[in-house]
T-cell receptor, first 109, second 117 residues
Framework: AQRVTQPEKLLSVFKGAPVELKCNYS??????LFWYVQYSRQRLQLLLR?????SIKGFTADLNKGETSFHLKKPFAQEEDSAMYYC???????????WGAGTKLIIKP | DGGITQSPKYLFRKEGQNVTLSCEQN?????MYWYRQDPGQGLRLIYY???????QKGDIAEGYSVSREKKESFPLTVTSAQKNPTAFYLC????????????????FGAGSRLTVL
């Protein structure tokens, strides 16, 4: 069965430190994975998708098929990165997404 | 200014009452979704609709109902049968016509917070 796991409910790092939000998935084919972000008092929005291979707000995410992971990374965290982050995987059968439980990222000054 | 509008933003309900949450989009998206967001549980799908006059149950449809009479609108009714309705509800849409690569990129509304008194 398709599944997305975000093992950390809460991640707290100091400003300027590297940050890595973990996402592991179970899927037999070639997945299309997403990271969505929800800043305080803002709408949930797409942060990045792996097929774009782009860096958004300094964040990157590399698909590792061997480890079935799609971890979100940023070398130097900023206070404005504090938010709730969700990893998501589309289901095979329709347009639905399977969501991880989310990781709350807190950047300490 | 295209987007998704959810109303009301806050809603209080007495036990035993049905309430309806509104979701309207002007993005010309085919598919619309209702999610429930609870702390530590991520987003759980309540109902979704891929086309007008058709909708399917998601993972936690019990105690909820929807309709899709117009492409732009996908209201959610939280019925008295829903045992734990206090939550934050999110509406979303996706799949712009003619842009298959846009599938799975969801646009979300600002949410509605329902509290049962």
């Amino acid at each position: 069965a398709q599944r997305v796991t975000q093992p950390e409910k809460l991640l707290s790092v100091f400003k300027g430190a590297p940050v890595e939000l973990k996402c592991n998935y179970s899927y037999s084919g070639s997945p299309e994975l997403f990271w969505y972000v929800q800043y305080s008092r803002q709408r949930l929005q797409l942060l990045l998708r792996h097929i774009s291979r782009e860096s958004i707000k300094g964040f990157t995410a590399d698909l590792n098929k061997g480890e079935t992971s799609f971890h979100l990374k940023k070398p130097f965290a900023q206070e404005e990165d504090s938010a709730m982050y969700y990893c998501a995987l589309p289901m095979d059968s329709n347009y639905q997404l399977i969501w991880g439980a989310g990781t709350k990222l807190i950047i300490k000054p | 200014d295209g987007g998704i509008t959810q109303s009301p933003k806050y809603l209080f309900r007495k036990e035993g009452q049905n309430v309806t949450l509104s979701c309207e989009q002007n993005l010309n998206h085919d598919a619309m979704y209702w999610y429930r967001q609870d702390p530590g549980q991520g987003l759980r799908l309540i109902y979704y609709s891929q086309i007008v006059n058709d909708f399917q149950k998601g993972d936690i449809a019990e105690g909820y109902s929807v309709s899709r009479e117009k492409k732009e609108s996908f209201p959610l009714t939280v019925t008295s049968a829903q045992k734990n309705p206090t939550a934050f509800y999110l509406c979303a849409s996706n799949i712009p016509p003619g842009q298959r690569s846009g599938a799975n990129v969801l646009t979300f509304g600002a949410g509605s917070r329902l509290t049962v008194l």
